[in-house]
């Protein structure tokens, strides 16, 4: 049986490029990030959870979510998006079919 569990984790980044070097991401205390809204940023924030789905079972919830603090930044956000979200898209898919593939595994006692 599944131990219900959930992790989240966010941070403001001023710039929308595939080299995370590129961006320079800032520490935010939790406490202040919901209202952080400084101009040219957008808040990121990854959450991940499993919780029990039966006897047998875990139901495993990952989810991103992109909010902007300024329109400037949003038109930006957009022509990045729309170039990254298939290959984005494309490696959620696959990791979300690896943890599967190794859950199941698990169960099994097969690698």
Do not use: C, Q
């Not at 599944?2 to 070097?21: F, K, L, Q, V, W």
């Not at 991940?48 to 039966?54: D, Q």
């Not at 729309?82 to 690896?98: D, E, Y």
Request: net charge neutral; glycine share 8%; no cysteine.
């Amino acid at each position: 049986m599944t131990t219900n569990r959930a992790e989240t984790a966010g941070s403001p980044a001023d710039r929308y490029t595939p080299d995370p070097d590129f961006s320079e991401w800032l520490r935010v205390e939790a406490g202040e990030f919901a209202g952080f809204g400084e101009p040219g940023y957008g808040k990121i924030v990854l959450s991940l959870s499993v919780r029990s789905y039966g006897d047998r079972h875990s139901l495993l919830t990952y989810d991103i979510r992109v909010t902007l603090t300024d329109s400037v930044s949003l038109s930006r956000f957009r022509r990045y998006w729309m170039v990254a979200s298939p290959l984005i898209k494309n490696i959620h898919g696959a990791t979300l079919r690896a943890i599967a593939r190794d859950a199941e595994h698990a169960e099994t006692g097969t690698s």
